[in-house]
Every structure is written in structure tokens, then in C-alpha cells.
């Protein structure tokens, strides 16, 4: 049909048919909010290059917590800032140790709020790398062993999900067997399947303090121009028994996040990442986008391409958000 017997715009007409004729919801379901928690008492640090998010002790943590969960969001995903950094990431698999603390305080608060948790050993080293370093290199191997035990600890202080993001070979299987020998059979691992080396992270590395002293990470994190890799990657956490899989960042890979969904029919996490989220919100303080408008399109954006769930710092503000009927 063409026109003038069919007319496109008439589908476009009015709030209630565009409505109705919308192809991709957003919902509060699909939404999981990042949180910084560090140590100490009394502590609420704004982070300067993520305005709106801050490193939060656990006191301040739970006020964060309560209104996540009157907002419908259902789920967090926790970052570690610990007081002692070392060349064995010690404080990561720590019992009493940040995340492990916060963990349990969250479920006590917040029992039906889905807790997720970045394992990376980043955070905790001394180095600021992913992974344990000798002779100046990263090791893929050794380091398996301590990811292993980061992930038992956290899902024994009561994690729902654990999401291995320091990109080293064979740490889904490590996980997967680590858990399993400890009865967790049940947990989750969301695997940072197809992490890129990509220059949206600097705000993010403000915020967990957790910039590597030397080199970069494009050792195992991978290489922006390459999309069948992604591919290759997701299907190889899958074969060692990953339940989710993440595509990180989210906008500038969106033709990725379509490739890993179509290729893998899992479900699939996008990470809409700190340096996404600091662009639009310092154009909208300089009054050069419409701050709503553009959160709403890129995260329709992330979910039209194929994601299930979208990691972001915009969650809180997307759900107040999608109350208007027409965004």
C-alpha cells in the first residue's frame, strides 16, 4: 500500500495511539541501580564526575536502599571502596569486608530486594588492576582462584547474583565450580560477558578509586572495534554456566548488544556505564539537552536493541520518569 491510501502518521496521531502502538515498554523491572558503598561510619561522598551518586558507608546505605525499594527498582548491583588495598586483593573475599557487610545489612533491610554484586578484584588491589600481577603482567590462572573466593564470600553474606567484570579467561567456570562444591547451587552469575576497553569508564574509576598504577587493561578487556568476539565470548560463558550475560558499555554497542542477544537467546544484561550517564547529565546542566528526553531515549534505545535488563546510574530518575505518559 502506498500513499495516500496508507498514511503512516495516522498510528502517530495522539498520546493514547502511540501508546498503544509502542513496540519497546520500559518498565521498573527492568532496571538494576548501581550502588558505591565504602568503610567507615557516617560517610556520604559525592562523586564530582557522576553528579546524583555518591560512596555511601552502610549507615547511609540503607536510607539509599529504602528508597530504591518504594521506587519499584528490584534490584542493586554493589561496588566496594575498602580501607586496605594489597597486592592479594584481601579485603575481596574478607567475611567482614565492605561488600560482605553491606550484603547482609541490605537483606536485613531489604529482604525481597535482589542483590547483585560486581566480583573484580580491581578495588582491592594495590595495583588497581583486575587481576594479580607478577613480573609486571596479569595472570590469568592464579587470579581465577581468588575471583572464586571473592564470589563464595559475597554469596555466603547473602548475594543473589554475582557478576564476575575482571575479564579473565575460564572465571564463569571457576565460579560456577566454586559455588557448586559449596552447596550455592541456586546463585546466579551474571557474567560480564563482553566488557570493552572503552574510555567511558573514567567517572566510574573516580568512584570505586580504582584506576590501574600502570599500563591499561586492554590485556583482557576487549578491543572496541571487534563485535563477533562478543559473540564468541557470551557463548564461552555460557558453556561454563553463566545464567545472564552483560554487554558493558551499552550505547556505543548497541549494534553488540543486538548481535550477543540474537546469537545467544539468553537472558542479557546492558550496562549503560558512568561515562553514558555523566555526558547527558553535564549537557543538561549546561542547558544543551533535556535531561528526561534523553535518558528516556537511550534507555529505550538499550532495551529496543535487545537487552533484558539495563545497569544504570539514571534508574531512580527513569522510574519517577516513566510515570509521564508520553516520553
Not at 546463585?187 to 569508564?201: D, L
Not at 549503560?272 to 553535564?282: L, P, R
Request: hydrophobic share 45%; with cysteine.
Amino acid at each position: 500500500m502506498y500513499y495516500p491510501t496508507y498514511r503512516m502518521r495516522r498510528l502517530r496521531r495522539t498520546p493514547t495511539i502511540r501508546r498503544m502502538m509502542r513496540e519497546t515498554a520500559l518498565s521498573p523491572d527492568d532496571l538494576v541501580y548501581p550502588l558505591f558503598v565504602t568503610h567507615g561510619e557516617n560517610v556520604k561522598r559525592a562523586i564530582p564526575s557522576m553528579p546524583g551518586c555518591e560512596q555511601l558507608s552502610i549507615g547511609h546505605l540503607l536510607p539509599e536502599v529504602r528508597e530504591i525499594r518504594k521506587l519499584g527498582i528490584p534490584a542493586v548491583l554493589l561496588f566496594g571502596i575498602p580501607s586496605h588495598k594489597d597486592s592479594a586483593a584481601s579485603s575481596a573475599y574478607d567475611a567482614e569486608g565492605v561488600v560482605q557487610l553491606a550484603i547482609r545489612a541490605i537483606k536485613d533491610e531489604a529482604p525481597d530486594l535482589v542483590v547483585a554484586t560486581d566480583v573484580c578484584l580491581c578495588e582491592y588491589m594495590d595495583h588497581g588492576h583486575c587481576g594479580v600481577v607478577q613480573n609486571g603482567e596479569i595472570v590469568n590462572d592464579v587470579t581465577l582462584e581468588l575471583l572464586a573466593k571473592m564470589a563464595v564470600s559475597h554469596v555466603e553474606a547473602g548475594a543473589d547474583i554475582v557478576a564476575p567484570s575482571d575479564m579473565m579467561d575460564g572465571r564463569v567456570a571457576a565460579i560456577r565450580a566454586a559455588l557448586d562444591d559449596e552447596g550455592y547451587t541456586d546463585a546466579i552469575i551474571m557474567a560480564y560477558s563482553a566488557k570493552f576497553a572503552s574510555a567511558f569508564y573514567g567517572p566510574f574509576r573516580d568512584a570505586a578509586e580504582s584506576p590501574p598504577m600502570f599500563g591499561d587493561r586492554k590485556t583482557y578487556q576487549m578491543d572496541i572495534a571487534n563485535g563477533e568476539e562478543a559473540v564468541r565470548e557470551a557463548l564461552l560463558d555460557i558453556e561454563e554456566g553463566a545464567d545472564i550475560v552483560m554487554v558493558k558499555p551499552a550505547l556505543s554497542y548497541l549494534d553488540v548488544v543486538k548481535m550477543v542477544k540474537q546469537e545467544t537467546k539468553f537472558p542479557l544484561a546492558a550496562y549503560n556505564v558512568s561515562g553514558e550517564y555523566a555526558m547527558i547529565k553535564a549537557a543538561a546542566k549546561n542547558g544543551w539537552l533535556d535531561e528526561r528526553a534523553c535518558v528516556m531515549e537511550a534507555l529505550t534505545s538499550i532495551k529496543r536493541a535487545g537487552a533484558d535488563l539495563i545497569i544504570t546510574y539514571h534508574a531512580k530518575d527513569a522510574v519517577r520518569w516513566m510515570a509521564h505518559e508520553d516520553f
